[in-house]
C-alpha cells in the first residue's frame, strides 16, 4: 500500500472521520456535529490542531488535539491535575487518535501524534494530557502514547460511561471501559 498522506483536517472532514470512528471506536462516539464542534474548539488562528492521514480509499485516520485553554475535560470523566507539573490552564489535549487496524505499525499514529505535539508547542503549552484506553487491542492505546513520552498518573475506571455510543471493546452502552490518564511535558519552541 502506498504511504497515507497526513494533512490538517478540514470541515469538510467531518462526516468522514465520523464513519471512521464508528467503524474503529464504537457507533455514535463522534457524531459529525460532534467532530465539527470539536475542530472549531482545536482551531487557534484559523489553524486546526487535527489530522487526518489518507489513503488510497479515503481517511485510514484521525486525531483530535486542544490546545491550552479550550477544554477542560476528555470525552469521559476523569482527571487529577493535582498531579500535573503545570496547570490545566498551560496543558494542551490529546482528544483522541485513531488508525485502521489493517494500517497498524505503519507509523501513521506516531507521525499523527507528532504534528499534534509541534503544535501545542507552538501554542504555548507546556504539557500535554491524554486518555488511553486500557482495554484496547494488544495495549495499543497506551505503547502509542508511551511512544510518545507519556507516563501514566491515574486510572480512571468507567471513564466513557456517560458518551452515549456502542463500545467496540466492551460492546455495552454505557462503556465500562477504563481509562489510563497520562501526561507529557511539551517542551517550549
Avoid at 487526518?52 to 479515503?58: L, R, T, Y
Avoid at 483530535?64 to 493535582?82: D, E, H, I, K
Avoid at 505503519?106 to 507552538?122: F, H, P, S, T, V
Avoid at 507546556?126 to 507516563?151: C, D, I
Wanted: charged fraction near 20%; proline fraction near 8%.
Amino acid at each position: 500500500m502506498a504511504e497515507a498522506r497526513i494533512r490538517r483536517m478540514l470541515p469538510a472532514d467531518a462526516p468522514a472521520v465520523a464513519a471512521l470512528a464508528d467503524r474503529l471506536i464504537g457507533l455514535d462516539y463522534y457524531p459529525t456535529a460532534q467532530v465539527e464542534a470539536d475542530l472549531a474548539r482545536s482551531t487557534v488562528d484559523g489553524v486546526a490542531l487535527c489530522y487526518v492521514a489518507e489513503g488510497a480509499d479515503g481517511l485510514v485516520a484521525f486525531r483530535l488535539t486542544f490546545p491550552p485553554g479550550r477544554w477542560s475535560s476528555g470525552r469521559g470523566c476523569g482527571l487529577t491535575p493535582a498531579r500535573w507539573p503545570a496547570p490545566i490552564e498551560q496543558a494542551g489535549y490529546f482528544q483522541s487518535c485513531f488508525v485502521d487496524p489493517a494500517l497498524s505499525g505503519q507509523g501513521i499514529g506516531r507521525r499523527l501524534g507528532q504534528r499534534a505535539l509541534d503544535d501545542l508547542r507552538r501554542c504555548g503549552a507546556r504539557l500535554a494530557v491524554a486518555h488511553s484506553w486500557k482495554e484496547s487491542p494488544h495495549n495499543s492505546s497506551m505503547r502509542y502514547l508511551q511512544r510518545l513520552g507519556f507516563t501514566p498518573v491515574a486510572e480512571h475506571p468507567h471513564y466513557w460511561a456517560e458518551v452515549d455510543y456502542l463500545c467496540s471493546g466492551c460492546r455495552v452502552r454505557p462503556c465500562i471501559c477504563t481509562a489510563i490518564e497520562m501526561i507529557r511535558p511539551v517542551e517550549p519552541a
